[in-house]
């Protein structure tokens, strides 16, 4: 095959047309290959806890090798039911309303091809997680957006009407949001309980960060909000609570009738999850309280030891509410763009960051950076040093 032909498919679906591999795994690439410290991609490499690797390697062992059910294990679904219950205030049937899936990212995905037709709009905040969005795009779906402003990025029934199109069917939340870290509040989550009854639309709640939350702030599942229970999708995953990203472990909740739907097209893609990985994290949910509120002092630490870095080398970071990203606004860095401004902090400084052009559609996230901070102590350590000591003006630099 020739170059060209390489670069070009003979065959490429249209929806496919525009879409290309993120910059936030992208930026895990360049990592790796100039040897940096990886503060792009929230790749969480903390340890695993040991009764989660322990259940696993004894489900291996006990050769729990064949499919589940494509809704997941029964004790699974039990102990996840627990937890809703314990955690969320969310009442889920284990039988019929909970869904296991490939990640948080599978309930999404499966989500919105059970329960949209194609052409319908779909709405997201921006600063948006470009995976809602390309999935999105992918299963035929129309992205629609609503811009929140920073710091706070507070959600207002106008702006939240405004946005709505005539063809709007769902409405994205991210809570804790990623790459923001903003945590709805029950008043704006009224706001949209309000807005959804009145237009029928269904909500898709990605809460995958749930534990992760600072300052005393509670997290509120919007499933427990203003009857907003019978229209929505709660998508929560197990990759953040019990690092495991790359097991592919998440879950999604819903009433019956969409729970079904749901499973129906996860047997399709994926038949199930890998089942002695349920068993691991089957294992991980009997962890005591402790566990699950520790994950929010310990990212705190990180959080600030981040952002003091980062104030002290002149960005303005906007302090996250919860989920474990900073943006940071390097205006004064003086790039002309966030591409330009990552490639130089990552080539020269030898930290990799995302462009914040990955999160929004326009110009504003190109005075951004988004840098995760789900790092050991020793590599964050590392990293806020570099960062710290990073020269965004070297001698001679044209930009
Ligand atoms: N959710 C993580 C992030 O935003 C990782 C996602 C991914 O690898 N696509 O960095």
Not at 36 to 42: M, P
Not at 211 to 220: K, N, T
Not at 303 to 308: G, P
Not at 342 to 366: I, K, W
Request: hydrophobic share 40%; charged share 20%; with cysteine.
């Amino acid at each position: 095959m020739t170059a060209p032909e390489c670069r070009t498919p003979r065959f490429l679906a249209e929806r496919l047309y525009g879409l290309a591999l993120s910059d936030i795994r992208r930026m895990s690439r360049e990592s790796d290959r100039v040897g940096a410290i990886n503060l792009g991609q929230g790749i969480c490499d903390l340890p695993t806890p040991p009764v989660v690797a322990g259940a696993a390697k004894a489900a291996i062992e006990a050769n729990h090798s064949t499919y589940t059910y494509p809704e997941g294990n029964r004790a699974l679904r039990d102990a996840i039911a627990g937890k809703l219950l314990r955690d969320n205030g969310i009442h889920a049937n284990p039988e019929t309303e909970i869904v296991v899936t490939l990640g948080a990212t599978g309930a999404f995905a499966t989500t919105v091809n059970a329960l949209l037709n194609p052409g319908d709009g779909i709405l997201v905040m921006e600063p948006y997680y470009g995976y809602h969005l390309n999935c999105s795009i992918v299963a035929g779906l129309e992205p629609q957006f609503l811009t929140l402003t920073p710091p706070r990025f507070t959600l207002t029934e106008e702006t939240l009407r405004a946005a709505l199109q005539p063809n709007t069917r769902a409405l994205v939340i991210c809570t804790p949001s990623n790459p923001s870290g903003k945590m709805f509040d029950r008043a704006e989550l009224e706001v949209v309980a309000r807005v959804a009854h009145e237009r029928d639309l269904l909500i898709i709640s990605d809460e995958i960060y749930e534990y992760i939350r600072f300052d005393g702030r509670s997290h509120i599942s919007p499933a427990t909000v203003g009857g907003l229970a019978p229209r929505t999708v709660s998508v929560m995953g197990l990759s953040k609570t019990f690092s495991i990203t790359g097991w592919r472990l998440g879950y999604a909740v819903a009433p019956e009738p969409m729970a079904q739907a749901i499973a129906l097209v996860n047997d399709l893609y994926y038949i199930c999850a890998p089942n002695p990985l349920q068993y691991g994290v089957t294992a991980g949910f009997a962890l005591p309280e402790s566990y699950f509120a520790g994950l929010a002092s310990d990212y705190q630490r990180k959080r600030d030891t981040l952002c003091d870095a980062l104030q002290a080398a002149g960005t303005v970071p906007i302090v996250p509410q919860g989920a474990y990203y900073v943006l940071a606004d390097i205006s004064a860095w003086g790039f002309t763009s966030s591409t330009g401004a990552a490639m130089d902090l990552l080539e020269r400084g030898r930290v990799a960051s995302v462009p914040g052009s990955a999160f929004y559609r326009g110009t504003t996230g190109e005075s951004l950076l988004r840098f995760c901070f789900a790092k050991d102590d020793e590599s964050l350590a590392e990293g806020c040093d570099r960062i710290r000591r990073f020269d965004p003006r070297p001698r001679g630099t044209i930009r």
